[in-house]
Nanobody, 125 residues
């Protein structure tokens, strides 16, 4: 599965962005999905995850209440709505796909089978 993340950009603090992740070559309907981000000089970290059905979601404490993960009607596209953005949200955002039961393991990068190329999000103060 090849994943294409898009929707990043430059936004002022307090603004919003909508990231999308879509596959090429295979459907994502049976895959759980995650979003991770990597800030300059820092390790990549978990942001959010969603089960293949869309019924279960998880968020890092740093984004809880501001970000929302969802799947499209056909469950083949995954979105990350980011509101009330802060400068510390700046980084490259990656989507990833995994086949397996949803759980705390979705916070672990090694869980995932496929990764997208990343999309840059820059939040100015």
């Amino acid at each position: 599965v090849q994943l294409q993340a898009s929707g990043g950009g430059l936004v002022q603090a307090g603004g919003s962005l909508l990231l999308s992740c879509a596959p090429s070559g295979r459907t994502l309907r049976s895959y759980g999905m995650g979003w991770f981000r990597q800030a300059p000089g820092k390790e990549r970290e978990f942001v959010s995850a969603i089960s293949w059905s869309g019924d279960s979601t998880d968020y890092a404490d740093s984004v809880k209440g501001r970000f929302s993960i969802s799947r499209g009607n056909a469950k083949n596209t995954v979105f990350l709505r980011m509101n009330s953005l802060k400068p510390e949200d700046t980084g490259v955002y990656y989507c990833a796909a995994v086949q397996g039961n949803f759980g705390p393991n979705y916070r672990v990068q090694a869980t995932y089978d496929y990764w997208g190329q990343g999309t840059q999000v820059t939040v100015s103060s």
